[in-house]
């Protein structure tokens, strides 16, 4: 009797072991889909600061980078 039960207990411990396991797997997959969205995020304003620093889309009322405001 005593090894059917170390039996059932060990096949209990790989249950809960394998959903452990299935939880994780998961959660690093939706962990991993935030981090390309924030990578991808971080790309595309570091594009647009490229743009800004190099003097691009600047419209007509833009102030360039280097010159005081005129409250100065």
Known sequence: MLEAESIAELQSQLTHLERHIAEQDAEFYQLAKRVDAL?????TQKAQLSILSSGGLTGAGDMPANEKPPHY
Request: aromatic fraction near 0%; hydrophobic fraction near 40%; glycine fraction near 0%.
């Open 39 to 43: 990578t991808q995020l971080v790309q």
